[in-house]
């Protein structure tokens, strides 16, 4: 149903239910702003899953979003395409697989990668873009602040602002915004660096999954990781009041989700839901479908696609991704897609595929340990905790399960009955179809995006940038037509930015080029190029 006269809140309360079908993914899903383009917010936060009070959580203490889930719509099954940050935001600024696209292995740009490789970056096909680039080309001014981590230099085309200070109230007076806020309140390393911070939920009140033995060390620091998303709450009510407080909030789509699951071992860098699955919350203007629920599956290279259709804009055919909100939204997906390769400086290649029942996960070197000792994780006390419990044999059977030292080729979990993905199903005859079916479709979609999980990352490396160095874009050329200029460059898929007169709306300021150009006598106009993963162009000038 897309008829857009239908009264959600009237079958609301009809049926005395969440709608949760694709019938309200549809009929939502197909909103958009009559009079103007709709601002876009994103609030972006780092390694949480759904420990929110409006996710059912009763220890969580979130009451901004959770007044924003009241208001708004709940996303129940949107997950990352890794377990790590880099790939991850990846997929959230193209659309696109980063295992597809050389971006998989967390940080690219790392100067201590290991076997000779040297830092490099991602190398999509030219036609990618930016999501936020699309966004600039029709009109929105675009912020982020400030967090990039795309595994490539970020685009001076990709941004009108990305820095600490950027901010969407500096755009010109009428422009539409699409901004982004990144929180760093909840990663990782805040539990260790918080430790000490007063907790706002006892270590005695947690619940301990069954993966972790339930000790006082381990309960300390899930208390840490409510008590940091407690902070971050209250962040993401400054920003709520800022964007009330301008009287934006009956023209402004505001989002909220993490770049993946939460920070504690077997969360982070897995492709367990523990890694993978992620809260996000749509307060959409005037409350449409406030208090509501989808719990289709969402991937992250869906994101992209989604802003561009909810700004009233056709994604490109090359995305990966399917707008699930907006215009152009799609049929809800079957399934989400994940990958894995090297974290840090430690060597893994899994892939993994769910629908809403079974997750299917391929282990393409099954001679390496589920576990891998990471130093950066080993600052957590949790971690500390488990190896030394493992080391002197006080783990029980599913608590050792993530320390097996080698994995089978092919693991399946029905997370119906099994949430904690602690019962490898594969070898049951009962579930031989749901094996078979995941199978095909995981190597299907290896084919269909690209993907090739055998490829090492120094082969990957020289794929990308021939020889180990990095190509360059071609200067752009830049040529008078009356009172107008054109620039172009010859590198195929290069943006262009330019300035007139040494800026743009603002000092350091560049405009992204879509057009032929109108200058006045004695105007000075300066341009460069860049093509995505390649070296920036240097800057061609041209004087009226």
């Not at 909840?186 to 005695?204: G, L």
């Not at 894995?340 to 997750?359: C, N």
């Not at 299907?444 to 190509?471: C, F």
Request: proline letters at 7%; a negative charge; charged letters at 25%.
């Amino acid at each position: 149903m897309t008829n857009q006269s239908f009264n959600r809140r009237d079958f609301l309360k009809t049926t005395g239910a969440l709608m949760a079908g694709s019938l309200f993914y549809t009929t939502c899903s197909h909103w958009s702003a009559e009079k103007q383009k709709p601002n876009i917010l994103c609030i972006t936060c780092e390694d949480i899953s759904p420990y929110l009070g409006c996710f059912g959580d009763e220890l969580a203490q979130t009451p901004n979003l959770d007044q924003m889930a009241a208001e708004g719509v709940r996303y129940t099954n949107l997950f990352s395409c890794a377990g790590v940050c880099a790939p991850s935001r990846f997929a959230l600024i193209t659309g696109m697989y980063p295992s597809a696209c050389g971006a998989n292995n967390m940080r690219t740009n790392r100067k201590d990668l290991p076997n000779g490789i040297p830092p490099y970056e991602a190398v999509p096909p030219p036609e990618v873009k930016c999501v936020s680039e699309y966004l600039r080309a029709n009109g929105y001014y675009c912020t982020n602040n400030v967090k990039t981590d795309y595994q490539f230099t970020t685009p001076v085309t990709a941004w009108d602002e990305c820095s600490r200070k950027a901010h969407w109230k500096n755009r010109p007076e009428g422009m539409p915004f699409f901004a982004i806020f990144n929180l760093t309140t909840t990663h990782e390393s805040q539990v260790w660096d918080r430790a000490n911070d007063p907790v706002v939920i006892r270590p005695e009140d947690v619940r301990v999954p069954p993966y972790f033995p339930d000790t006082y060390p381990i309960r300390r620091d899930i208390a840490r990781v409510y008590s940091n998303t407690t902070v971050m709450d209250r962040e993401v009510g400054e920003i709520l009041a800022e964007v009330r407080d301008a009287g934006l909030l009956d023209n402004t789509v505001i989002i909220f989700y993490s770049d993946h699951g939460g920070p504690l071992p077997r969360g982070k860098r897995e492709l367990y839901d523990s890694g993978l699955n992620t809260p996000m919350i749509i307060r959409y203007p005037d409350g449409k479908w406030a208090g509501s629920v989808v719990n289709e599956l969402v991937s992250f290279v869906d994101i992209p696609a989604g802003l561009l259709s909810l700004a009233g804009i056709d994604p490109p055919d090359y995305m990966h991704g399917q707008a699930f909100l907006g215009d152009y939204a799609e049929e809800p997906r079957t399934y989400i897609y994940g990958a894995r390769d090297r974290t840090d400086a430690q060597y893994d290649v899994r892939r993994a595929v769910r629908d809403k029942r079974f997750k299917y996960i391929r282990n393409y070197r099954p001679e390496v340990g589920c576990y891998q000792d990471i130093q950066f994780r080993k600052q957590l006390a949790s971690m500390q905790e488990l190896l030394k419990l493992r080391d002197e044999g006080k783990l029980n059977e599913q608590q050792m399960y993530w320390f097996r030292t080698e994995k089978a080729e092919e693991e399946l979990y029905d997370l119906e009955n099994d949430p904690y993905e602690l019962n490898n199903i594969a070898d049951d005859p009962a579930y031989e179809a749901d094996l078979r079916r995941l199978r095909k479709v995981h190597e299907d979609w290896l084919v269909e995006v690209g993907d090739d999980p055998e490829l090492s990352e120094k082969e990957l490396v020289w794929s990308l940038w021939p020889g180990g160095i990095q190509p360059e874009t071609a200067l752009p050329v830049i040529t008078r037509e009356s009172s107008s200029v054109r620039i172009s460059s010859n590198t195929p898929g290069a943006s262009i930015a330019y300035q007139v007169n040494g800026t743009g709306y603002h000092k350091d300021h560049w405009f992204l080029y879509t057009g032929p150009v109108k200058l006045n006598p004695g105007d000075k106009i300066t341009a460069t190029a860049i093509r995505i993963g390649y070296k920036q162009s240097g800057m061609a000038e041209l004087k009226i």
